[in-house]
């Protein structure tokens, strides 16, 4: 029998496990995972890949500056989704759309390429602004999630159509406006494509500090978390879904331009960009910037080393693989939040 005067006490409960401290553990170790993972598949190729050494470093240059613009091309379309729930389909007519504003300014109006770029930022923004306002802010609202779908698609055909009867299928050239290239570990890197990736991570991180460190990003966080909530508080939920928008939209704007020189235009350049740029987002982690940053990287890597063993569309082949790979590990891809 118990003696209730007893003075010994129980053992104290174990105090439950910080999840805020276990999220950011895992918000570091996921991505160191990811980048040895991936350093230890380039090492093999190097040691038993049976390519010549010079030609797997130039693969590999080559991807991780194509894996930057592929990121930021994914960035917005992440962003979209992470605030308004919205997939984007209208995203590679998009950025083909900045693209042919960048091409007219320069052969028309006798801009240097990255001026150009420049002007067509705030252009596509306040495009992405009123397409966002005129057409999906009430849909968004009253929690459509097919009438959005269907918008967007619909805004892709437009734009690619218009495009076509102002432009014609021919395929045409941006004039760059740098010359030369550079010795990269004993890759050969093109001026143009160094400052298309330093372009795409400057806008990257301008985009993680704007979301992080400023009264606005926090607003978007919060219409993200829950809008509801967030209009309760008195956050304009329709300004914060116009403004993000429009800020997807200028981050095409700044991928088209960065990309214009190096590629051939026709009206349906941007659609190559979507597929990858979905395959990006999810492998990711849907709604997180650096997961995208992180997804386009891996992908260009995958994409151009891939080639070297599976030329043509063998090498989309695999960058599927891989990305049925880590989503049967992941399913809420490399940064996401588990569900």
């Given at each position: 029998?118990?003696?209730?005067?007893?003075?010994?006490?129980?053992?104290?409960?174990?105090?439950?496990?910080?999840?805020?401290?276990?999220?950011?553990?895992?918000?570091?170790?996921?991505?160191?995972?990811?980048?040895?993972?991936?350093?230890?598949?380039?090492?093999?190729?190097?040691?038993?890949?049976?390519?010549?050494?010079?030609?797997?470093?130039?693969?590999?240059?080559?991807?991780?500056?194509?894996?930057?613009?592929y990121a930021l091309v994914s960035v917005g379309l992440t962003l979209i989704f992470g605030v308004?729930?919205?997939?984007?389909?209208?995203?590679g007519a998009m950025l083909t759309m900045a693209m042919f504003l960048v091409y007219e300014m320069?052969?028309?109006?006798?801009?240097?390429?990255?001026?150009?770029?420049?002007?067509?930022?705030?252009?596509?923004?306040?495009?992405?602004?009123?397409?966002?306002?005129?057409?999906?802010?009430?849909?968004?609202?009253?929690?459509?999630?097919?009438?959005?779908?269907?918008?967007?698609?619909?805004?892709?055909?437009l734009i690619i159509n218009v495009l076509l009867m102002i432009f014609g299928g021919r395929p045409?050239?941006?004039?760059?406006?740098?010359?030369?290239?550079?010795?990269?570990?004993?890759?050969?890197?093109?001026?143009?494509?160094?400052?298309?990736?330093?372009?795409?991570?400057?806008?990257?991180?301008?985009?993680?500090?704007?979301?992080?460190?400023?009264?606005?990003?926090?607003?978007?966080?919060?219409?993200?978390?829950?809008?509801?909530?967030?209009?309760?508080?008195?956050?304009?939920?329709?300004?914060?879904?116009?403004?993000?928008?429009?800020?997807?939209?200028?981050?095409?704007?700044?991928?088209?331009?960065?990309?214009?020189?190096?590629?051939?235009?026709?009206?349906?350049?941007?659609?190559?960009?979507?597929?990858?740029?979905?395959?990006?987002?999810?492998?990711?982690?849907?709604?997180?910037?650096?997961?995208?940053?992180?997804?386009?990287?891996?992908?260009?890597?995958?994409?151009?080393?891939?080639?070297?063993?599976?030329?043509?569309?063998?090498?989309?082949?695999?960058?599927?693989?891989?990305?049925?790979?880590?989503?049967?590990?992941?399913?809420?891809?490399?940064?996401?939040?588990?569900?």
């Open positions: 029998m118990t003696d209730p005067t007893s003075t010994a006490t129980a053992p104290a409960p174990e105090a439950p496990p910080d999840r805020g401290t276990q999220r950011r553990t895992s918000e570091v170790a996921v991505p160191l995972g990811v980048m040895a993972a991936v350093v230890v598949a380039l090492v093999l190729v190097y040691a038993v890949g049976q390519r010549a050494t010079d030609l797997v470093t130039q693969s590999i240059v080559t991807g991780l500056l194509l894996g930057g613009v308004l729930g919205i997939v984007n389909f209208a995203q320069t052969t028309s109006g006798g801009l240097p390429v990255y001026v150009a770029t420049l002007l067509a930022v705030p252009i596509m923004f306040l495009f992405g602004v009123v397409v966002q306002a005129a057409l999906l802010n009430k849909l968004t609202l009253a929690g459509s999630h097919e009438g959005p779908l269907l918008v967007t698609l619909g805004l892709s055909l045409l050239r941006v004039p760059g406006s740098v010359d030369g290239s550079v010795e990269v570990f004993g890759a050969v890197a093109s001026y143009e494509r160094l400052i298309a990736f330093g372009g795409a991570l400057l806008v990257a991180v301008a985009l993680l500090l704007l979301l992080r460190r400023t009264s606005f990003g926090m607003s978007i966080r919060a219409v993200s978390a829950n809008a509801e909530g967030a209009s309760l508080v008195g956050v304009d939920v329709r300004r914060i879904y116009a403004l993000t928008f429009g800020i997807g939209a200028a981050c095409v704007a700044v991928a088209g331009g960065l990309m214009a020189p190096f590629l051939s235009l026709t009206p349906t350049v941007g659609e190559q960009f979507t597929i990858l740029a979905f395959v990006i987002v999810v492998l990711g982690g849907l709604g997180s910037v650096t997961g995208a940053l992180l997804g386009g990287l891996v992908i260009g890597l995958v994409q151009t080393v891939g080639a070297l063993y599976f030329p043509g569309t063998g090498s989309l082949i695999l960058v599927f693989a891989v990305f049925v790979l880590v989503l049967f590990f992941r399913p809420q891809g490399i940064l996401g939040a588990p569900q």
